[in-house]
């Protein structure tokens, strides 16, 4: 049992990362986390031993990310409040690094969560086609489908970040 435990304690840090790649917010992300974790131990047994638990422990959170996805839909999402003139308080960015990472952030966050999902599964996380579509519940053509739809998305969104970067405001 304890072999189970640590191998699951092991894919924190990857469950960390999908998570904050669906959710925008660090807290909300930690909470899928968290969920995901007590589901998977109280049911632990449904795990073969012998295999990574990886597999296993992203469908949970998948599956957990829906069901939250459902719930706003139903109840409305919250709205932000605008910053009023005096709260903002803004710094110019120390690294064109941080800006370049923001906006690729930005922009995956702007795809709709299944097409989000797909990419994040198969470009960062490493899974082949079959699994993701297995993770995610989705046949591979519905798979390949929402990953070639969502990076020309993001090809779109980030050329139009590119160029509104590049627009100067001139002031007479």
């Known amino acids: 049992m304890d072999e189970k435990k ?3 304690l092991g894919e924190i840090p990857r469950l960390r990362r999908y998570a904050r790649s669906l959710l925008r917010g660090r807290d909300a992300a930690d909470d899928l986390v968290q969920d ?13 031993t012998g295999e990574s638990p990886r597999r296993w422990l992203f469908t949970i959170m998948h599956h957990l990310f ?11 999402e919250a709205a932000m409040l605008p910053l009023e003139a005096g709260e903002a308080v803004a710094q110019p960015p120390e690294q064109l690094d941080c800006i ?17 999902a797909a990419i994040i599964m198969v470009a960062i996380e ?8 297995n993770i ?7 798979l390949m489908s929402r990953i070639a ?7 779109g969104l980030l050329d ?13």
Request: charged content about 35%.
């Open 136 to 142: 995610l519940g989705v046949p591979a053509g519905t």
């Open 126 to 133: 490493g899974f082949s086609y079959a699994e993701a579509a």
């Open 36 to 48: 995901c974790l007590e589901r998977a131990l109280l049911r632990l047994d449904n795990w073969q």
């Open 66 to 76: 829906i069901d939250q996805m459902r719930k706003v839909n139903r109840r409305g």
């Open 6 to 8: 640590a191998a699951i």
């Open 149 to 155: 739809r969502g990076r020309e998305e993001l090809r």
């Open 100 to 116: 370049a990472s923001r906006e690729i952030m930005d922009a995956l966050q702007a795809l709709s969560p299944d097409r989000r």
């Open 160 to 172: 139009d970040t590119a160029r509104r970067r590049a627009i100067r405001i001139v002031e007479k």
